[in-house]
Nanobody, 126 residues
Framework: QVQLVESGGGSVQAGVSMRLSCVAS????????MGWFRQAPGKEREFVAA???????SVADSVRGRFAISRDVVKNTLYLEMNSVKPEDTAVYYC????????????????????WGQGTQVTVSS
């Protein structure tokens, strides 16, 4: 089993930068992919970014150039750097992980992830 705990959310003004963190615990050595998804009120869960343990990163078109995903292997922590945030970035951000190694095109599919965190709220005001 893997446990994921997100942090770093909050209420901010548009244009600022934020960094979300996701700490993984449990059987972390078995994780092959980790990613970020978000869900705004009344909308479907949306892929944000993901990276595989070995290599390969995927970032959604809607945030490419503003958001970046990274990890600290020693700390078992996944990060999401969010720059120039916009009101449309307002959502609950979820961290996800899975033991299987997906092909790049499948990294954006929520049903490919078995483990999920509780989420952290990000609210961006104009």
């Amino acid at each position: 089993q893997v446990q994921l705990v997100e942090s770093g959310g909050g209420s901010v003004q548009a244009g600022v930068s934020m960094r979300l963190s996701c700490v993984a615990s449990g059987r972390t050595a078995s994780i092959n992919v980790m990613g970020w998804f978000r869900q705004a009120p009344g909308k479907e869960r949306e892929f944000v970014a993901a990276m595989r343990r070995s290599s390969g990163t995927s970032v959604a078109d809607s945030v490419r150039g503003r958001f970046a995903i990274s990890r600290d292997v020693v700390k078992n922590t996944l990060y999401l750097e969010m720059n120039s945030v916009k009101p449309e970035d307002t959502a609950v951000y979820y961290c996800a992980a899975d033991n299987r190694r997906p092909i790049l095109s499948a990294m954006s599919l929520a049903d490919r992830y078995e483990y999920w965190g509780q989420g952290t709220q990000v609210t961006v005001s104009s």
